[in-house]
């Protein structure tokens, strides 16, 4: 496998320039451009990003996760409350977020605390998705063992029944988690390795940027 992987090309650009001295105040203003440079670029899914949390034992885990929102309040995503997502961050709310759009040479690394948006808010987001995305957040049972199809059909199918009788449902433990984040870096890649790296602390007084070694 090591010979496969050294033959698979990285990095090989040519990637945009980024001007670090050029940068807004406002860590999210910067993600918003880039966000929307990924867009334009054609990429999929741009808004994918992996969320990093902690077990209860202090090990981390990481999934891949959409984007829902973003706002002064932070970067939004949603999940189930009972699932080990929902479970973690309730224990420990100390959270990363990474998107990576490999054909700009571009990630973003977010470190932050992620609360729970307000509850009409979280409504409105479970009543927006697709229909097989409710029923499946209906049963409550996210990440549990399953033994056989069947017994994922037969919940699914009563879950359907179940936004047929009543559109505006809704699950119990619905969540839409907001990350504050308190340092953002931008990392833009370059063929011959000299990477540019821009961090934003948040301080007493706003933002500090930092540029950072390759």
Do not use: C
């Amino acid at each position: 496998m090591k010979d496969e992987l050294r033959t698979l090309k990285s990095l090989a650009g040519p990637f945009p320039v980024f001007e670090t001295d050029l940068t807004p105040d406002e860590p999210r203003d910067l993600f918003s451009d880039w966000l929307r440079d990924a867009i334009e670029a054609d990429i999929k899914e741009p808004h994918a990003m992996v969320l990093s949390t902690v077990d209860e034992d202090g090990v981390p885990d990481a999934r891949v996760l959409i984007l829902k929102n973003l706002d002064q309040r932070g970067w939004h995503f949603a999940t189930t409350g009972s699932g080990p997502k929902g479970r973690q961050i309730a224990a420990n709310p100390s959270v990363s977020l990474t998107f990576y759009w490999p054909q700009l040479g571009r990630q973003v690394r977010l470190r932050g605390m992620a609360f729970q948006a307000e509850a009409h808010e979280r409504y409105a987001d479970f009543r927006a998705r697709a229909p097989g995305a409710k029923a499946v957040a209906l049963t409550e049972r996210q990440s549990e063992v399953l033994g056989s199809s069947q017994e994922l059909d037969d919940p699914l199918a009563l879950q359907h029944r179940r936004l047929r009788d009543e559109p505006d449902l809704v699950a119990a433990n619905w969540a839409l988690f907001i990350v504050m984040p308190h340092e953002v870096e931008f990392w833009q890649g370059d063929a011959e390795r000299r990477h540019h790296r821009l961090r934003y602390r948040r301080g007493k007084a706003g933002w500090l940027k930092e540029r950072l070694w390759p």
